[in-house]
């Protein structure tokens, strides 16, 4: 199955500094990258993903890209705010021939000081 | 729209004693999957369902039991629960996953078992 490293684990940044979560796959047939965050007390909810056929995708303050040569991609938030406060995962897979390889990363903890 | 619907939100079992988590989507999605959720862990995957009727492992089914008998519903047993099983579950739901791949979460369900 996959392997998936998630890093850091916990990142603590100022509001309207930037952060950046890096994931780290091991399955080159991976071709669908996922971010979820998960606020306190919900379920992970999908904030961004990119398809193994593009580098950098944008979405108003988060970003991700890929590089899938070296088997990672990052999730990148600018301007950070108290809201962005949360848990986030990243969840590489191979679309349909995942099936139940489906593997999350550890979680990173980020915290956005007012 | 409701989205994935997780019944009950919290239960506390004594060792030994069985109990029933009920997901229920409302989006006609084929595939639907039990998660666990443990501190510094991450999401690990239990049982799937890739259509009504069928079911699989995942990464940690030992111990777990579960049921797709309607498409839109995805049940998970504890026979037998035991301390270890203490954790939050989510239930989350997704089209084939040769499409998007987007898992669509519930809000989790807080199990305690003394």
């Known amino acids: 199955g996959e392997n998936v490293e998630q890093h850091p684990s916990t990142l603590s940044v100022q509001e309207g500094d930037s952060a950046v979560i890096k994931c780290t796959y091991s399955d080159s047939a991976s071709n669908y990258f996922p971010w979820y965050k998960q606020e306190l007390g919900k379920g992970p909810q999908l904030i961004i993903d990119?398809?193994?056929?593009?580098g950098e995708k944008k979405d108003q303050r988060i970003a991700v890209t890929l590089n899938k040569t070296a088997k990672h991609f990052s999730l990148h938030i600018t301007e950070t705010q108290p809201e962005d406060s949360a848990v986030y995962f990243c969840e590489p897979n191979a679309g349909g021939t995942s099936y139940g390889k489906l593997t999350f990363g550890q979680g990173t903890i980020l915290t956005v000081h007012p | 729209n409701a989205g994935v619907t997780q019944t009950p939100k919290f239960r506390v079992l004594k060792t030994g004693q069985s109990m029933t988590l009920l997901c229920a989507q409302d989006?006609?999605?084929?595939?639907m999957y039990w998660y666990r959720q443990d501190p510094g862990m991450g999401l690990r995957l239990i049982h799937y369902?890739?259509?009504?009727?069928?079911?699989a492992k995942g990464e940690v089914p030992d111990g777990y039991n579960v049921s797709r008998l309607k498409k839109q519903n995805f049940l998970l047993g504890l026979e037998s629960a035991a301390p270890s099983q203490t954790s939050v579950y989510f239930c989350?739901?997704?089209?084939?996953?040769?499409?998007?791949?987007?898992?669509?979460f519930g809000e989790g369900s807080r199990l305690t078992v003394l």
């Open positions: 989006m006609n999605h084929e595939y």
């Open positions: 990119i398809r193994s056929n593009v």
């Open positions: 989350a739901s997704s089209w084939v996953l040769g499409n998007t791949g987007e898992l669509f």
């Open positions: 369902s890739v259509g009504e009727g069928t079911t």
